[in-house]
């Protein structure tokens, strides 16, 4: 029987979920993930755990924060006048926002605050911090 190994291509169904159990994020019967493994494109610990599965193989995955999205680092919360957002833009808690850096990269934000004078930004992965488990079932190798 073969099993996936580093530089397989596979399609995976999964079910993210947190420490409470909540559903974070899961595939779609008709469009499961597909990945290169051992080529960055899935957290480490996503790829690790689909290392050694079968073809209809399923298990479940404990991945802690450190094979995950890591640690959420403060230096990535930060403040900006409301000024730079329009009057007409409706803001909210939670909102995610894509901008660009001082050195021209892209970057992603969620609002976690909002002040009469400035708005708080996080630029953290929302899932930083966070232990994850994912129950996967192989369906292919390619």
């Keep these: 029987m073969t099993e996936a190994k580093d530089g397989d291509s596979v399609k995976v169904q999964y079910v993210g979920k947190l420490e409470d159990g909540t559903t974070f994020d899961s595939s779609t019967e008709d469009s499961p993930l597909e990945f290169t493994i051992?080529?960055?494109q899935v957290i480490p610990g996503f790829n690790n755990g689909v290392i050694g599965m079968a073809i209809g193989e399923s298990k479940s995955v404990f991945i802690p924060v450190a094979d995950a999205y890591g640690p959420h680092q403060p230096e990535g919360v930060f403040e900006i006048s409301r000024t730079e957002f329009p009057d007409d833009m409706n803001i909210e808690i939670g909102m995610r926002l894509e901008g660009n850096q001082q050195n021209g990269?892209?970057?992603q934000v969620t609002i976690i605050e909002i002040n009469e004078d400035t708005i708080k930004l996080d630029a953290n992965h929302p899932l930083a911090g966070k232990d994850l488990?994912?129950?996967?079932?192989?369906v292919d190798i390619t």
Excluded at 133 to 138: E, V
């Design 38 to 40: 051992g080529s960055n």
């Design 133 to 138: 488990t994912f129950d996967i079932t192989l």
């Design 105 to 107: 990269k892209s970057i």
